[in-house]
């Protein structure tokens, strides 16, 4: 008579197959126990940036709709560790989200691999124009990409994603050394230094920043004081005019009773640079005026100054320089994003626009270079950069083609 062996019962199996899994789990984090760590820490910032964004929105909602000071739009700023340093020692490119302790929020997080002792949370925000809350951690260390809470954004200001619009506007027909470029505060104003003839010229634009509706529109001569003038700019409501001249070394500034109309400029008063760089090619302001940068294409160096009233040259002192060798030996033009904490250069030795990050906002002992875009496709000789107001769109004048280029330069974050 034959037997019949003991059959296994369900729970039986389920404690076998439990215990295969445990094992399993032991041999794979034996084998390889930093990327299992690694998701780990992946899930707590996925969950830590979801816990960021929904105390900024309780936020908002306790207090009729307003958010922390310094969330910029489309603009991540990190978020300072106020566990670690006393808000008021955040830096300016820096959120303070000290408000939301402790009614939103417990304690402001950190990532899992960031430092107690100094500002840095590793977790970045920002919000959409119609006010989106955006939280990102930006520093993964399996996943391939940032954890992300809200919506995506497209954000300006970025060369790895930068590309030629296709348009462009011969600048030939006033001046053929076309040297620097400047807008309006809202982009329908195009103005050009020109160094063949000594001019700074304007023109207007039917749609803003469309520089393929630009049309002529005036001149101002400024041979009087610099027969090579290289860049021009504004301050910020367009009723002082600056431009920068090679063959004295100096930045002049005018005054214009309408703004943005270069047919008021008057003579104010002028800054010589010679004592940084004796071939001065760009300069440019700070969002208050109160700091100044002028390109030293002798020294590949950008310069600043202090001024201790907003936009007046007779109260510059120099502060200090960057050079930019290393990227570029014929340094050309400079600019900043709106916060000031990313800086660009043009170099006509590699035909690349460079930019650089600064952890303090317009401070050039704080820069640390990012990335580059090469221009040589469009015109071999960069003698001008600009952006428009949100860094969606950068604008390079070719020197060999006489020629204003415009170029996306927009990415999903």
């Not at 940032?146 to 600048?171: C, E, I, M």
Request: aromatic share 10%; with cysteine.
């Amino acid at each position: 008579m034959l037997k019949h062996s003991k059959a296994f019962t369900l729970l039986e199996i389920l404690l076998v197959v439990a215990a295969i899994g445990i094992l399993a789990a032991i041999v794979i984090v034996a084998i390889n126990p930093q990327r299992q760590l690694g998701k780990v820490r992946d899930a707590e910032r996925q969950s830590e940036v979801a816990t960021l964004k929904d105390a900024i929105e309780q936020y908002s909602l306790d207090t009729n709709g307003e958010y922390p000071s310094g969330i910029e739009v489309n603009t991540y700023k990190e978020v300072c560790d106020t566990e670690a340093v006393a808000p008021s020692n955040c830096p300016d490119a820096y959120v303070d989200l000290s408000d939301v302790v402790p009614d939103q929020l417990a304690a402001i997080p950190r990532d899992p691999q960031a430092s107690d002792t100094n500002e840095d949370t590793g977790y970045e925000v920002s919000k959409d124009e119609n006010g989106n809350i955006v939280v990102k951690a930006p520093n993964t260390e399996i996943d391939t990409s940032p954890k992300r809470a809200g919506t995506t954004l497209v954000v300006g200001y970025s060369l790895s994603s930068a590309s030629y619009d296709n348009q462009s506007f011969d600048l030939s027909g006033e001046d053929t050394s076309p040297t620097g470029m400047a807008f309006n505060g809202d982009g329908s104003k195009m103005f050009v230094a020109g160094a063949r003839n000594a001019n700074v010229y304007s023109y207007n634009l039917s749609t803003a920043y469309n520089i393929g509706s630009a049309s002529y529109n005036q001149s101002f001569d400024m041979s009087g004081e610099d027969t090579s003038p290289q860049n021009v700019t504004f301050n910020g409501n367009g009723t002082k005019m600056f431009v920068v001249g090679h063959d004295t070394d100096s930045v002049y500034s005018y005054n214009l009773s309408a703004a943005y109309d270069i047919g008021t400029a008057s003579y104010n008063q002028s800054f010589d640079v010679s004592g940084e760089d004796t071939y001065p090619q760009d300069v440019t302001f700070n969002g208050n005026g109160t700091k100044m940068f002028v390109v030293g294409h002798n020294t590949n160096s950008v310069y600043s100054y202090n001024l201790s009233a907003a936009y007046d040259m007779s109260t510059a002192s120099y502060n200090q320089s960057f050079d930019v060798s290393g990227q570029d030996s014929q340094l050309q033009n400079v600019a900043f994003n709106g916060d000031g904490t990313k800086m660009f250069v043009a170099g006509d030795d590699t035909d690349s626009v460079y930019s650089y990050n600064l952890s303090t906002a317009y401070d050039l002992g704080s820069v640390n270079y990012n990335q580059s875009f090469d221009v040589s496709g469009e015109d071999t000789w960069p003698t001008g950069l600009t952006f428009n107001g949100d860094g969606s769109k950068m604008f390079v004048i070719g020197q060999n083609t006489d020629t204003m280029y415009r170029y996306s330069t927009t990415e999903e974050k």
